[in-house]
């Protein structure tokens, strides 16, 4: 009875301090908010010019509610809250789960939130740099005499949101696997003997998370992943747990 009170106990101060990770996070992203919002502007500007500059001249993005182009900054402003303030929510979801840790393993705050923030960045870079305009000029390739695009920003910006974001979230594959081989889930050896099944799911991964249908866009999600694939590898031969050697048994102790 006893010990069910106390995993009880233990149950109730992990929910606690999730609860207070979340608020913390919530509270960053907040005041990152009303600092986006103040350059939502400029932030207009930098977020539509991988579609501006794909569509025909004189061409421009509409809005059909009264109320549609403020709700659509709102999540402007969000979203670059979001990459704003990534390092910090990062630091709260390691200072949520370093308890699991051994004290060795602690040390690891630094790495662990500057990679994550470099990876979530350089997926959204990448996306922004080297998937969208292809993207986007293949879809408005599509513009003639008879069809022409008529864009709500606030469709484009789902769309932009959701295909930045699954970028980010992918390229923080190599954390994933430092975690699972620090927990004995997976190893070098095992990644190694299933990548030809690891890079049919990354296909699969990058058409689920790629809001567009092309190929195109696919593929190029794809690709990065392989590569992330393969430095996880070397990560999880880094971070595998290491085997003590067995002590002596009861006989061996008695000889």
């Not at 890079?199 to 590569?227: E, G, K, N, R, Y």
Request: charged share 15%.
């Amino acid at each position: 009875m006893e010990n069910n009170e106390d995993l009880k106990m233990s149950l109730t101060e992990h929910l606690i301090e999730l609860r207070n990770r979340l608020t913390r996070a919530l509270i960053a992203v907040g005041i990152g908010f009303f600092v986006c919002y103040y350059f939502k502007d400029w932030l207009f500007a930098l977020i539509t010019k991988p579609l501006t500059e794909a569509l025909p001249k004189n061409s421009y993005l509409i809005y059909t509610g009264l109320t549609q182009a403020f709700f659509t900054y709102m999540k402007v402003a969000f979203f670059s809250s979001l990459i704003l303030t990534s390092p910090f929510i990062f630091y709260q979801v390691w200072k949520f789960i370093s308890p699991a840790l051994l004290p060795q393993e602690k040390k690891y705050v630094v790495p662990f939130v500057l990679s994550s923030t470099l990876l979530f960045l350089g997926g959204i870079l990448f996306g922004y740099f080297v998937v969208l305009p292809p993207a986007f000029r293949f879809f408005v390739s599509f513009n003639n005499q008879y069809l022409q695009a008529m864009i709500t920003f606030n469709e484009y910006l789902s769309l932009f949101i959701k295909f930045l974001l699954g970028f980010g979230l992918s390229f923080q594959l190599p954390v994933l696997i430092f975690f699972l081989a620090k927990l004995g889930i997976v190893t070098d050896k095992m990644l190694s003997k299933y990548r030809k099944y690891a890079i049919l799911m990354m296909f699969i991964a990058a058409a689920i998370l790629t809001p567009s249908p092309d190929a195109l866009s696919q593929v190029l999600m794809a690709v990065p992943l392989l590569v992330l694939y393969e430095v996880s590898i070397f990560v999880a031969k880094f971070a595998g747990k290491k085997k003590t050697a067995p002590g002596p048994t009861v006989e061996e102790q008695e000889e």
